[in-house]
């Protein structure tokens, strides 16, 4: 009889552990998907300059490559249903979208250059529907 209350009693001392992990882990990842959209949203609210919005495009280089968002042969982020990041932007003098991986790749500083103090202004932005990341930015020229 002791022995079977005491299994049963370690059972139930297991389960709450593990439930309690379980819980803890929801919590902290909730945590982390709100911190990582405070610090996005903090650059659409208003307009930014085109030296902000490269900040902000070698973020969203950076915590790809450190998620393991995968490219494709043209060196495109693909798109994944939990943490992947694309912004784009819309200039005045082309009526054309332009992603972060092209403008990263024709170089930084001609960016910087021609559109340091130019103002931008987020027109648009998508989340993840499983995470409630942000997934997806369109920035257009002002």
Do not use: P, W
């Not at 005491?6 to 709100?34: D, E, K, M, R, T």
């Not at 990041?85 to 250059?113: H, R, T």
């Amino acid at each position: 009889m002791k022995k079977t209350f005491l299994i049963l009693c370690c059972s139930i001392i297991l389960l709450v552990i593990v439930f309690s992990f379980l819980y803890y882990n929801y919590q902290a990842g909730i945590a982390q998907a709100q911190k990582n959209n405070q610090e996005y949203e903090s650059y659409t609210t208003n307009q930014i300059l085109g030296s902000s919005l490269m900040t902000l495009m070698n973020k969203a280089s950076n915590d790809n490559e450190k998620n393991n968002v995968e490219k494709d042969a043209e060196g495109m982020y693909i798109e994944n249903d939990t943490n992947s990041i694309k912004i784009e932007v819309k200039f005045l003098e082309a009526d054309i979208i332009v992603s972060m991986e092209k403008i990263q790749s024709l170089g930084e500083e001609q960016f910087l250059k021609n559109y340091r103090s130019m103002s931008f202004s987020c027109t648009k932005k998508e989340y993840h529907e499983k995470t409630k990341q942000i997934k997806y930015l369109l920035f257009e020229q002002v």
